[in-house]
């Protein structure tokens, strides 16, 4: 993206898509299930059967400190479809671009705030999900001085966080939340079993494949951790390319 300086988001614009976040009940709420749906089933399932063997939340004990990840990943795809999709609905975007003329500006200000809020919500659920859940994993608990392991707390945020922004910059590429999030969820949940775990295959680069490996203890692919972790990036900047592309040419 070729950007300006007098493109380039400001204050009082990112107020006030902060100020249309929290308006919104359904995008507010779609942001604390990031939260809820991660720690929550992680804890639970802990809860349930987290002192049974040693990889009893999956054969990766360090990703399986993260095993409601998947469902938190879900509401991320929520979350970033929810809060660009109301800029397309009832000519709300002509609105927009009433306050904010320039396009460019408008759009990046909404995807700083959906970053920044994915972070810190990210950032919080990935510390309460790994201490919430191993501390009902008995003697078979991981500590934060465990080898991998604040990698994979910090990592898991910033993972939450490329997801909603894939699924923000497709929302503004495609206008329609509810067609983003009827591609993603079933792209991030079935294409992977339907590839399979052969390590090396094209499954591999799969945006949560790729992006979870952050959270994994060993990796056997072409990919590390933090490789991993940058072609969900990728996915997410051409995404996010694609809609302020779109955004720019398209009419309001």
Known sequence: MAVTTTALPNLPVLRSEWIKIRSARSVLASLAAVFVATAGVTVLTAAAIGTSEPDALGPDRLLGAFFGINFGQIAAIAFGATAFAGEFREGA????????????????????????????????????????????????????????????????????????????????????????????????????????????????????????????????GLLGPWSGLGVTALWALVALTAGWIAVRRRPA
């Not at 309460?128 to 003697?139: D, K, N, R, W």
């Not at 775990?197 to 494949?209: I, T």
């Open 93 to 220: 975007l002509r609105v927009s671009l009433t306050a904010v003329p320039n396009r460019t500006r408008l759009y990046l200000s909404k995807v700083v705030t959906v970053a920044m809020l994915s972070l810190v919500v990210g950032q919080i659920t990935g510390v309460v999900t790994f201490l919430g859940g191993q501390a009902l994993m008995g003697q078979y608990a991981l500590d934060l001085g465990d080898p991998g392991t604040l990698r994979a707390v910090f990592g898991s945020g910033i993972y939450l966080t490329l997801i909603a922004l894939l699924s923000a910059g497709l929302t503004a590429l495609t206008r329609s939340g509810t067609l983003v999030m009827g591609l993603l969820i079933p792209l991030l949940l079935i294409v992977p079993f339907v590839v399979g775990e052969v390590s090396g295959g094209a499954g591999e680069f799969m945006p949560d494949r790729a992006g979870q490996l952050v959270m994994r203890l060993e990796t056997d």
